[in-house]
């Protein structure tokens, strides 16, 4: 890989990673309600792109299942986990899309694996598991269960544009913005309350954030990453994808002052183990699964 394509590469990387911890800062700190926000980052997302709607998809019928689950019902579910889920725990467990991709393409597309990647996705899980479970009080973070089910809904739409024509990387982001801030504005009005006056209330750092997230994570993250894909096989890009979850550690702790715990140290290092030996393993009827949801919306 040339070494300015390997600096973008981790420039997104970085973002992704950054927009988790600034995610969890706006919905939890601030107390931006979750499906508001990610209703407002649709919303910016479709605006900013609108000459990307053109031409017209083929099937658009289609595009809309997709666009609610890796964009709506993605969203909803994963800022929902950040709301209540440390940013930490979160960026590792959001990873759990990589396994979780490979056993769809393994029920729907007849994807075959061996030992080394089966290997692999026990570890992944285990290390979630590990993180996600306080043996003290015998409880569950309801918050990563939301990401968890993230991960599910957003590779369950990766399976779907399998069997749609491809679109761009941006015309797609466009179409799901499109369909997705509707839907999640409709639903924050009947479950979440003030939310223009709490969104108002965060000032100009709320705003950046929203920003950020638009232009810097669904508009550039994406497109740059799309242009990496054209250039590098998977098995290269992939394991330096991890870099993602490592800055979302890192970032949670620096940032909002995240507590370092031995039980997320060591998930981490299973799970992202796990996770790098299925990215580096050749999936032949889905290579995409070794990205996780990062093909669809991004990586956060």
């Known amino acids: 890989m040339a070494f300015r394509d390997f600096l973008l590469l981790f420039a997104v ?23 508001f926000f990610a209703a407002v980052r649709f919303a910016g997302v479709a605006l900013f792109l609108i000459p990307f ?29 950040l709301q209540n889920a440390e940013a930490s725990a979160a960026a ?35 290390g979630v598991v590990l993180i996600a479970v306080d043996p003290g009080s015998f409880g569950v973070s309801v918050g990563l269960l939301y990401i ?15 069997r749609m024509k491809p679109v761009s990387g941006l015309q797609l982001q466009a179409w799901v913005g499109l369909f997705s801030f509707l839907p999640l504005f409709l ?18 750092p709320v705003i950046l954030a929203s920003l950020f997230a638009i232009v810097g994570v669904s508009i550039f993250g994406h497109a740059a990453f799309y242009t990496l894909i054209k250039k590098y096989d998977v098995s290269l890009l992939s394991p330096l994808t991890l870099m993602t979850p490592i ?31 299925i990215a580096v393993r050749h999936n032949t009827r889905m290579p995409e699964a070794a990205f996780g949801k990062k093909i669809g919306p991004g990586d956060s």
């Open 53 to 81: 709607l053109r031409p017209k998809p083929a099937d658009l019928r289609m595009l809309f299942v997709i666009a609610l689950l890796i964009g709506s019902v993605n969203f909803a579910l994963l800022f929902m986990g």
């Open 148 to 162: 968890v089910a993230s991960a599910v809904i957003g590779s369950a739409g990766g399976i779907l544009m399998k």
């Open 92 to 126: 590792v467990t959001g990873q759990l899309g990589v396994p979780i991709s490979t056993l769809m393409s393994m029920a729907f597309l007849g994807e075959t694996i061996g030992w080394r990647r089966g290997l692999g996705i026990m570890l992944a899980f285990a």
């Open 13 to 35: 990387c970085l973002v992704w990673g950054l927009n988790i911890v600034l995610t969890r800062w706006v919905v939890a700190d601030v107390g931006v309600p979750p499906l």
């Open 247 to 277: 800055w979302g550690v890192i970032f949670g702790i620096v940032l909002l002052n995240e507590p370092i715990t031995a039980r997320l140290v060591l998930g981490s290092v299973i799970s992202l183990s796990g996770v790098f030996v």
């Open 187 to 204: 639903v924050s009005g009947l479950f979440e309350s003030n939310q223009v006056e709490r969104y108002m209330a965060g000032g100009w």
